[in-house]
């Protein structure tokens, strides 16, 4: 058994997930599910994938089966220690509904179905605190000050988060309550379950990670993150004075385990190590790792 309690939570595309250009250490997945399956091990994924589409990548990617999932940016909580159906935190969900003052996807959609530029993402089910936008590449700046303006006009305040596929050529939009982000959701999370914040662990890699990556929670960059943003991080958790609860993976692990190379799960296995080494010991009292499963 590890020497106390540990929270650990991780981010999926890119920082579980092998989904990068980056190449995946052979030993790496096995290694994070060895910690996770720990007795004293809690395990949430947050992630900006629907609950579905995030079931089906844990599968896929045989990745142990999660506590809590934080689905959608944030925007959805689900608890899954008792069923094998994740069942929707709904004080979570009434939490987010207050910043919308009764409004919800369907209801905003139909206010919003005038903006030039925005086509509401088909194929997807329907999520009630996030509505999901296709934007022409070239057409983004014009669509984002067009939908500003508009829930300026409606009152509605909300966070509005662009991002592009380069490789598919298409621009996405998604428009959340101000509060529904993997932050947020994480320390209401941490909160309700009365989780000691100094063992709660997080892993990233980009984008709706940062705020996490830069809060008191001891962190983890997978190696496989972008360069620059690397460099942004550690910059920005030194002028916040975090800097000690950032770490870059970089492929550096302890003698006892198997070389790997920082990239996903091996990042967060290393991330992990750097800041609870006690447990390098559970690693010690084993002859090889091919017996810690
Ligand atoms: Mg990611």
């Known amino acids: 058994m590890f020497a106390d309690e540990y929270h650990l939570c991780a ?14 250490s052979p030993e790496a ?14 395990l949430t994924y947050l992630t900006g994938r629907d609950v579905h589409r995030a079931l089906r990548a844990i599968d896929q990617y045989d990745l142990p089966l999660p506590d809590f999932l934080i689905t959608d940016v944030g925007s ?16 979570w969900s009434e939490r987010l509904r207050q910043d919308w003052r009764g409004e919800n996807s369907d209801s905003l959609m139909q206010k919003l179905a005038g903006v030039p530029g925005l086509a509401p993402q088909c194929g997807l089910p329907r999520t009630e605190l996030k509505l999901s936008f296709n934007v022409e590449i070239n057409e983004m700046d014009r669509a984002l000050s067009a939908l500003r303006v508009r829930l300026m006009e409606l009152g509605i305040q909300a966070s509005v988060i662009s991002s592009t596929e ?58 496989n993150a972008e360069q620059h943003l690397k460099d942004r991080l550690m910059e920005a958790a030194r002028v916040r004075v975090c800097a000690d609860n950032l770490y870059v993976a970089s492929g550096q692990l302890p003698a006892e385990l198997p070389s790997m190379n920082g990239n996903y799960a091996a990042g967060v296995v290393e991330g992990f190590l750097h800041f609870f080494p006690e447990n390098l010991n559970w690693f010690r009292a084993r002859d090889s790792l091919s017996v810690a499963s």
């Not at 981010?11 to 995946?24: I, Y």
């Not at 909580?77 to 004080?91: H, K, N, Q, S």
């Not at 050529?169 to 101000?178: A, K, N, Q, S, T």
Request: overall charge negative; glycine content about 4%.
């Open 76 to 91: 959805s909580l689900y608890d899954c220690r008792l069923t094998d159906e994740p069942i929707l935190v709904d004080e």
């Open 11 to 24: 981010d999926l595309d890119r920082t579980l997930l092998p989904n990068g250009l980056a190449k995946e």
């Open 29 to 42: 997945r096995r290694l994070f599910s060895v910690i996770a399956r720990q007795p004293n091990v809690s």
């Open 166 to 223: 380069e490789v598919l050529g298409v621009g996405m939009i998604d428009v959340l309550p101000p509060s529904a982000n993997k932050k947020l959701a994480l320390d209401w999370l941490v909160q309700h379950v009365k989780w000691h914040r100094s063992r709660v662990f997080f892993a990233g890699d980009s984008g709706n990670d940062i705020d996490v990556l830069l809060s008191p929670y001891p962190a983890v960059l997978v190696a």
